[in-house]
């Protein structure tokens, strides 16, 4: 089992910037993949950004906004996210892929206001 504990997120005027960040403890041995999804009210879960095993991904709305960032030593995930936008608000949720195996954080509000 891994745990996710996430932190930041919050209220933040449009064009502004937040930091989320995200522990994995537990059975971390052997996680391929990190990153983090969002989920809009009445919309689907979309991933935002990853790092797994020789890749970084980000969504189209996202790039050249946020950047991931990840220490393997740590078991850490970030995402710095500037320029932010009222579009942007959702329920931000840490991701960590290990082996066949998928967990999540408990999620962290972003709302960005006008």
């Known amino acids: 089992q891994v745990q996710l504990v996430e932190s930041g997120g919050g209220l933040v005027q449009a064009g502004g910037s937040l930091r989320l960040s995200c522990a994995a403890s537990?059975?971390?041995?052997?996680?391929?993949?990190m990153g983090w999804y969002r989920q809009a009210p009445g919309k689907q879960r979309e991933l935002v950004a990853i790092i797994s095993i020789g890749a970084t991904n980000y969504a189209d709305s996202v790039k050249g906004r946020f950047t991931i960032s990840r220490d393997n030593a740590k078991n850490t995930v970030d995402l710095q996210m500037n320029l932010l936008k009222p579009e942007d608000t959702a329920v931000y949720y840490c991701?960590?892929?290990?082996?066949?195996?998928?967990?999540w954080g408990q999620g962290t509000q972003v709302t960005v206001s006008l």
């Open positions: 991701y960590v892929g290990r082996r066949e195996y998928s967990y």
């Open positions: 537990g059975s971390t041995f052997g996680i391929n993949a």
